[in-house]
Nanobody, 121 residues
Framework: EVRLVESGGGLVQPGGSLRVSCAASGFDFADSAIGWFRQAPGEERVAISCISIGDDDTYYADSVKGRFTVSSDIAKNTVYLQMNRLEPEDTAVYFC??????????????YGQGTQVTVSS
């Protein structure tokens, strides 16, 4: 059974940093691609980043490029999203998801439950 569990969300002040994690199980992690999505209140879920675990290719949406960094730890079956220079507009529930076919361009069928990130003073 595919399982993705996010953690590390919380409340942070504007300009601050936070790292969220995605612990994965139930599939070949080293041959997978994991995407990060976020959903703000009243808005649709949008993709913000992805990492292809096998070749370490990474992708970022323009809204987070230069501020967020995605990485993986194969030994721990975990993907991280380091978020710096956070802005109130980054407030959302953050989800990780597994892409089919091991590519960031695949279909994301399996999502975690999400972790809340709130950026506010």
């Amino acid at each position: 059974e595919v399982r993705l569990v996010e953690s590390g969300g919380g409340l942070v002040q504007p300009g601050g940093s936070l790292r969220v994690s995605c612990a994965a199980s139930g599939f070949d992690f080293a041959d997978s691609a994991i995407g990060w999505f976020r959903q703000a209140p009243g808005e649709e879920r949008v993709a913000i980043s992805c990492i292809s675990i096998g070749d370490d290719d990474t992708y970022y949406a323009d809204s987070v490029k230069g501020r967020f960094t995605v990485s993986s730890d194969i030994a721990k079956n975990t993907v991280y999203l380091q978020m710096n220079r956070l802005e109130p507009e980054d407030t959302a529930v953050y989800f990780c998801a597994r892409s089919s076919g091991g590519s960031c361009l695949g279909i994301y069928d399996d999502y975690g439950q999400g972790t809340q990130v709130t950026v506010s003073s």
